[in-house]
C-alpha cells in the first residue's frame, strides 16, 4: 500500500526540540524528493522544506532556515524534520508529502500526502 | 515570495451546481500551478498539476485552466463528498506558496 506515516509530535515547551519521521511504503523512497508542509490551526498549508531523492540538496521556508533540518535516511525508508528552538508559531499539523512523478529530479509539487502529526507548542 | 490569492474564502454551491475557485499570483508563474482538496482530518489530495493536467484517480469533474497570473479549478457537478477546502500551490520557484484556501459548503 502507497503511503506515508508520521509520527513524533506533541507538547513541547518553547525552546525545546522534537524530530519528526515519517516512513514511505509502497513506492522506491529512495529515488524521489520529500516535502515537509505544515498547517497552524485555523490557518492555511505553509511548505516547511524538501530534500532531494538523495539528500544532496535541501530547501527551507524563510522563518525555519537555522532551526529546522530535513533529512533521510534512504535503507530505513524514512524521512525526518528536526526542529530546534520551537516557538509558539511553529505549533500546527506536520505533514510529509511525496514530491510528484518524476524519479530522481524534483517536480516541486505534491503526490501523496501523509495524515500528519500534530506539534503543539506551550509552556 | 510569490503571493497567492485564492477567491473566494468561501463559497456555498448545491448539488450539481457548476463551483469555480480562482487563483492568481503575484507574477507570472508559467503553468506552474497545482490544485489540492483538503478534507477535516485527512490528507491532502493532489487534483491538477501542471495548471490543467487531471491527477490519476481523480474524477474528471475536476478541471484547471490557466497560465501566467491567473487560474481556475472548476467542479463541473457538485458532489457532496467534494465539501472540502481547495488550495492552489505555485511550484514555479521556492519558497513554494499556497493560496490561502477555499472553502466550499453545501447549501
Redesign the interface.
Known sequence: QVQ?VESGGGVVQPGRSLRLSCVASGFTFSRYGM?W?RQAPGK????VA?ISYDGSKK?Y??SVTGRFTISRDNSKNTLYLQINSLRGEDTAVY?C?KD?PQQLKL??????????TLVTVSS | DIQMTQSPSSLSASVGARVTITCRSSQTIKNYLNWYQKKPGAAPKLLIYGASSLQSGVSSRFAGSGSGTDFTLTISSLHSEDLATYYCQQSYDIPLTFGGGTRVEMK
Open positions: 506515508l516535502h508542509v492555511g498549508l505553509e511548505w524538501i530547501y521556508v524563510d505533514y508529502a510528484g517536480s516541486w509539487y505534491f503526490d501523496l500526502w501523509g495524515r500528519g
